[in-house]
């Protein structure tokens, strides 16, 4: 079993709806969670930030982390067309950092 | 921006050349990576320098050695490299090992070997 599982996709949605990426993990030493964006031919921007469990919300994104069911997501509101990219969850504990697959993410107008 | 800026964007080198990709990061961060990555593929860490000490993933060949100069710059150099090592090469910085991991990215440098 991977340490980190995360559906690779992709996900087509129309402009307007509300995205939910997802991620589960294994390892109950991870602590902080993050999700990166990447567009085509770019380095990993990192989006969100999140120690331990509970919700952070910025702007039309919410991460959320439910250390009980280990299970990490990513929301996204008002999805726009400038949102599409690949959207890479990470996980780390203090010793090493794992990052999901990636969900390629499309929203067409 | 990014904070983290790589040189040069886009190589293209022969499998006999040697050349070096380059990093420098504006965030006083104590720690740096290299990473690779390949395509649909997430990132794969390399190297990592943190208070100046180096931590190596044992699959990287000897073909690529990372280089600090100082705590703000991080160099990769390249030679005698594959085909299959063309990729999308990651310079990245963390305030440190102990500090949750929190890496930031720069753009990359697109490595192409013929």
């Known amino acids: 079993q991977k340490e980190v599982e995360q559906d690779p996709g992709p996900l087509s949605v129309p402009e307007g709806a509300i995205v939910s990426l997802n991620c589960t993990y294994s390892n109950s030493a991870f602590q902080y969670f993050m999700w990166y964006r990447q567009y085509s031919r770019k380095g990993p921007e990192l989006l969100m930030y999140?120690?331990?469990?509970g919700n952070k919300e910025d702007g039309r994104f919410t991460a959320q982390v439910d250390k009980s069911s280990k299970y990490i997501s990513l929301f996204i509101r008002d999805s726009q067309p400038s949102d599409s990219a690949t959207y890479l969850c990470a996980m780390s504990d203090p010793d090493k950092l794992i990052f999901g697959t990636g969900t390629r993410l499309q929203v067409f107008p | 921006d990014t904070e983290v800026t790589q040189t040069p964007k886009h190589l293209v080198m022969g499998m006999t050349n040697k050349k070096s990709l380059k990093c420098e990061q504006h965030m006083g961060h104590r720690a740096m990576y290299w990473y690779k990555q390949k395509a649909k593929k997430p990132p794969e860490l390399m190297f990592v320098?943190?208070?100046?000490?180096?931590?190596i993933n044992e699959s990287v060949p000897s073909r690529f050695s990372p280089e600090c100069p100082n705590s703000s710059l991080l160099n990769l150099h390249l030679h005698a490299l594959q085909p299959e090592d063309s990729a999308l090469y990651l310079c990245?910085?963390?305030?440190?090992?102990?500090?949750?991991?929190?890496?930031?990215f720069g753009e990359g440098s697109w490595l192409t070997v013929v």
């Open positions: 320098y943190s208070y100046e000490k180096l931590s």
């Open positions: 999140t120690y331990s469990s």
């Open positions: 990245a910085s963390s305030q440190g090992l102990d500090r949750g991991n929190t890496i930031y």
